[in-house]
C-alpha cells in the first residue's frame, strides 16, 4: 500500500511542474468559463472508528466479507457483480474494517484539478467520521482531526491557482456531538487558507466570477431536524413502505436563530435576487439517490425547497450517499416547464462505498415520471469535475481505483443545458 501512495505522490510533484492554474476543460476559448471539483463523504479514517458496546470486531476475513455478502443481498437478488469494500486490519479495534478511499479520491482529484483546471472546489459535508469534531470527548484533540481529515489531504488542493478555495458545508455525521462541536469545525475552516464557510449555510461568488457563478449553500441536516421525516422502509421488492415511525433529532441540531429558521426563505429569496448567469445549490444530502436508505429525507428535503431549485437553480449537487450518481428532473412535478431539465448530482464516495439497490431504483423511476437517471455507479470510490461555459455544464464523474494509487478513472461525461434564466418564467 505504502509503494501505491509513494508513487501517486511522486506523480502529483511531477504535475506540480505543469500548468496548475484555471483551465477551460471544455476548450471554450469564446466567453467566460468556470471549472470545478466536487468532493463528498471524506473525511473517514479507520483508526478513528470506535465499536459500541454491543459490536464485536470482524476477526477473520471471512467474517469481514460475508458480512459485506450479507448487506450486498439485502439490495440485490444474487451475488452477480458483488464488489466488497476494500478492507484492513485495524489494531485499534483488534478486527477487518472497511479500508478508506480519501487519500485516493484526493490524489484523484488533484491530478484532475492540475490537468482539466480547477477555480475552486466543494466539499459536500461528512468531512469528519464518524461523529465530527468532538471537543476531545473521545479522547482525540479536535487539533489533530482537522489536520488528519482536512488539511493533510485537502489543504493544498487547488495549489498555484490564484484565490482558489474550497467551499464546505456540514453533514449528518459533522453534526453528532453539540453544537458547539460544529461550530469548532466550522471555525478551523474559517481560519485555514484553503477553505471558505462562513456560516452554515450562506451564498457565495467565487473570486473573478461576479456575474457569472454564484453558489447557494444549505445545511440540509439543519433543515431535516426542522421537519417530519419517516424512517425508511423498504419491501423485499425495493418498494417503499411507510410504518409510521419518524425520525428524530437532537435539539441543538435545529434552527436556533430565525435566520436558520429562514433558511428555506432565504434560499427562495437569494436564487431569485441572484444575476449569476450559473446558479448553483448544494446541500449535504441528495434529493434522489439510488442507495434505498435515504428516500425519506429526500421526500422532506424536496417538499421544502425543490420548488425554489427547479424555478431558479441550474443544478443541485450532493453527497451523503455513498457512491456516483447523475439523476435529472424536469421539474413538472414542481409545476415548472418551459427550461431544461435540472441536474441533481450525487457525489458522496470520497472515502466510502456503498451499493446501489436496483429494485428501489427502478420502483423510483416508476413513480416518478419526470425523473431520469443517465449515470449512478456505487461500490467504488470517486468524485466529480464540472466545467461551466456560457450555455453547457459538462459533468465528468471520476472513481479511483482499490489499489490505493490515486489514479483518476473517468466513468463518465454529461452535458447538460443552463435553465435558470427559462425556469419559473
Known amino acids: 500500500m505504502y509503494k501505491h501512495l509513494l508513487t501517486a505522490l511522486g506523480a502529483l510533484s511531477l504535475a506540480a511542474c505543469a500548468h496548475s492554474g484555471p483551465a477551460n476543460a471544455d476548450g471554450n476559448s469564446n ?4 471549472s470545478f471539483a466536487v468532493v463528498g463523504d471524506t473525511g473517514y479514517i479507520p483508526s478513528y472508528e470506535r465499536l459500541d458496546e454491543d459490536e464485536t470486531p470482524y476477526r477473520t476475513l471471512s467474517e469481514y466479507l460475508a458480512a459485506q455478502a450479507e448487506d450486498w443481498l439485502e439490495r440485490n437478488p444474487d451475488m452477480t457483480g458483488f464488489r466488497p469494500t476494500p478492507w484492513v486490519f485495524e489494531s485499534a479495534l483488534g478486527g477487518y474494517i472497511d479500508a478508506s478511499g480519501m487519500y485516493p479520491v484526493a490524489f484523484a482529484a488533484d491530478e484532475v484539478c492540475r490537468t482539466l483546471g480547477c477555480d475552486f472546489a466543494t466539499m459536500v459535508g461528512d468531512n469528519i467520521y ?13 487539533e489533530r482531526r482537522f489536520h488528519d481529515m482536512l488539511d493533510r489531504p485537502y489543504g493544498k488542493l487547488g495549489e498555484g491557482v490564484e484565490n482558489f478555495t474550497i467551499y464546505a458545508m456540514m453533514g449528518n455525521h459533522d453534526w453528532r456531538v453539540s453544537r458547539e462541536a460544529t461550530v469548532a469545525q466550522m471555525a478551523y475552516f474559517q481560519q485555514h487558507p484553503n477553505f471558505t464557510m462562513p456560516d452554515f449555510f450562506y ?19 439543519m433543515l431535516l431536524a426542522s421537519t417530519a421525516v419517516h424512517k425508511n422502509n423498504l419491501d423485499a421488492e425495493g418498494r417503499e413502505v411507510r410504518t409510521g415511525k419518524m425520525e428524530a ?11 436558520e429558521k429562514r433558511m ?3 434560499l427562495e429569496e437569494s436564487l431569485a435576487a441572484s444575476d449569476a448567469h450559473w446558479k448553483i445549490v448544494i446541500g449535504h444530502h441528495a434529493v434522489w439517490s439510488g442507495g434505498g436508505s435515504k428516500f425519506e429525507k429526500a421526500h422532506s428535503l424536496r417538499a421544502l425547497y425543490m420548488n425554489s431549485v427547479c424555478k431558479h437553480a441550474d443544478a ?11 439523476y435529472t428532473d424536469d421539474c413538472r412535478s414542481e409545476g415548472v416547464s418551459g427550461a431544461p431539465v435540472l441536474p441533481a448530482l450525487v457525489s458522496g ?5 456503498r451499493p446501489l439497490h436496483p429494485k428501489f431504483m427502478a420502483n ?4 416518478n415520471p419526470g425523473l431520469a437517471n443517465p449515470f449512478s455507479k456505487g461500490a467504488l470510490w470517486g468524485f466529480m469535475h464540472i466545467g461551466l461555459d456560457e450555455e453547457d455544464m459538462t459533468v465528468r464523474v471520476y472513481s479511483t481505483p482499490e489499489d490505493m494509487s490515486g489514479r483518476p478513472v473517468q466513468e463518465a461525461a454529461l452535458s447538460f443545458k443552463r435553465r435558470s434564466h427559462l425556469a419559473g418564467k
Not at 464518524?130 to 479536535?142: E, F, K, Q, V, Y
Request: net charge negative; glycine share 12%; no cysteine.
Open 31 to 34: 466567453g467566460r468559463s468556470a
Open 130 to 142: 464518524p461523529d465530527g469534531a468532538t471537543l476531545g470527548a473521545d479522547g482525540i484533540s479536535d
Open 203 to 221: 451564498r457565495a461568488v467565487p473570486a473573478g466570477m461576479e456575474g457569472f457563478v454564484e453558489i447557494f449553500v444549505i445545511d440540509t441536516e
Open 249 to 259: 433529532w437532537d435539539d441543538f441540531v435545529k434552527p436556533a436563530t430565525e435566520a
Open 264 to 266: 428555506v426563505e432565504w
Open 316 to 326: 443541485y449537487i450532493s453527497g451523503d450517499d455513498h457512491m456516483m450518481e447523475v
Open 349 to 353: 464516495a470520497g472515502s466510502k462505498y
Open 364 to 367: 423510483q423511476l416508476a413513480a
